[in-house]
């Protein structure tokens, strides 16, 4: 998904910005392990938290998922494909020892600020 994902997406600085108000520090737009080329949206190096902001269309929301009528076959096949890559990103995460939360750009900053705040406390 790295190639359609907008980097710095409205959802995303919200939540940034919110983090940081909250006295989070984190880095931005990161891969987490070397070697595995696909960033998170936020790195918290030291705890082994990563944090990944999910578009509702691209990633395929169970609230928004919408697809395309025009070339319906490859959408399904483009979104699924998607999906799979972010179960296999959180696969080789957990297994290297990371705790990976995902938020949907649809949830409100506040309440995903809280949720990863959560993780954080559980390193
Ligand atoms: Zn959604």
């Known amino acids: ?7 710095h997406t409205a959802p995303e600085i919200a939540l940034r ?26 790195v918290f190096p030291r705890l ?3 944090v990944y902001v999910d578009g509702c269309f691209w990633h395929s929301c169970p ?4 697809f ?4 319906a076959e490859w959408w399904a096949a483009k979104l699924a494909g998607n999906v799979a890559r972010d179960r296999d990103t959180d696969a080789r995460l957990t297994t290297a ?5 995902r938020v949907w750009e ?12 959560a993780a ?4």
């Open 17 to 42: 910005r919110e983090l940081h108000r909250r006295g989070a520090r984190y880095f931005v737009d990161r891969a987490p392990l070397p070697g595995l080329r696909r960033r998170a949206d936020l």
């Open 1 to 7: 998904m790295s190639r359609q994902r907008r980097v």
């Open 120 to 123: 954080l406390a559980r390193r």
């Open 106 to 117: 649809h949830e409100s900053a506040a309440l995903a600020a809280d949720r990863v705040q």
């Open 48 to 50: 082994r938290v990563a």
């Open 97 to 101: 020892g990371w705790l990976v939360v």
């Open 63 to 66: 609230e928004h998922a919408t």
């Open 68 to 71: 395309p009528k025009r070339n």
